[in-house]
């Protein structure tokens, strides 16, 4: 709500003190009527609030001679991901929502492919230190949500390990982390079998 239709609406109720907080500017005093009692904790509560949303997305090819590795977990199956590091795309789009939601660039950046440190490197040990940046910049991770597409192989039974390594990586609940795993019914790279790919979304709340 802008401030003038803020004014108008409440202006017999409230005293506007114009806080600005990411572009809004809203009322954060009171005058004494209950009614608006719930309205006002609201609006306080919110000029102390800070969230980031942050979205990821990765893909990579599947070949032979390869180990297949999502979320940490080393799966079963005839071929598996070709990256310079062990390729875990799961992984891979979640750093980069998180990094992406503090506006920090992606994984490319901060661990780009031209350096040998992070040859065939475990995508777990990289999330540890992205989760160790996040920190630095005073945020916690809120939520994550990583929905895996895949023709095969069958990821649920891996998915709860999954989620377990990314919580235990991070620091935070396992309830905090949320997986999926779908198919692309035959459809596109991923539907053929050539490759898997992943998107994540993050929210991050400043400590």
């Excluded at 802008?2 to 809004?24: C, M, P, R, Y």
């Excluded at 929502?97 to 995508?123: E, N, Q, R, T, V």
Aim: hydrophobic share 40%; with cysteine; aromatic share 6%.
């Amino acid at each position: 709500m802008e401030q003038k239709s803020l004014q108008h609406s409440i202006a017999d109720s409230f005293v506007l003190s114009n806080v600005e907080t990411q572009g809004w500017t809203i009322c954060v005093q009171q005058k004494q009527l209950p009614i608006f009692n719930s309205f006002c904790i609201f609006v306080e509560n919110y000029t102390t609030m800070n969230f980031r949303i942050g979205h990821g997305y990765d893909l990579h090819r599947l070949v032979d001679g390869r180990r297949l590795i999502l979320g940490g977990v080393d799966i079963p199956y005839s071929k598996g991901l070709l990256g310079h590091s062990d390729a875990d795309v799961a992984v891979h789009a979640l750093m980069d929502a998180l990094l992406g939601a503090l506006a920090l660039g992606d994984i490319g950046k901060h661990f780009p492919d031209s350096d040998s440190a992070y040859k065939d490197i475990s995508s777990i040990l990289l999330l540890k230190k992205v989760g160790e940046i996040i920190s630095r910049e005073n945020y916690l991770l809120s939520n994550a949500d990583v929905t895996i597409i895949a023709q095969k192989p069958k990821l649920l039974p891996y998915i709860p390990e999954m989620r377990k390594n990314i919580a235990d990586t991070l620091g935070c609940d396992i309830s905090q982390i949320s997986i999926k795993a779908t198919t692309e019914e035959g459809l596109g790279f991923t539907g053929s079998g050539e490759a898997i790919s992943a998107h994540a979304v993050c929210i991050l709340q400043r400590v």
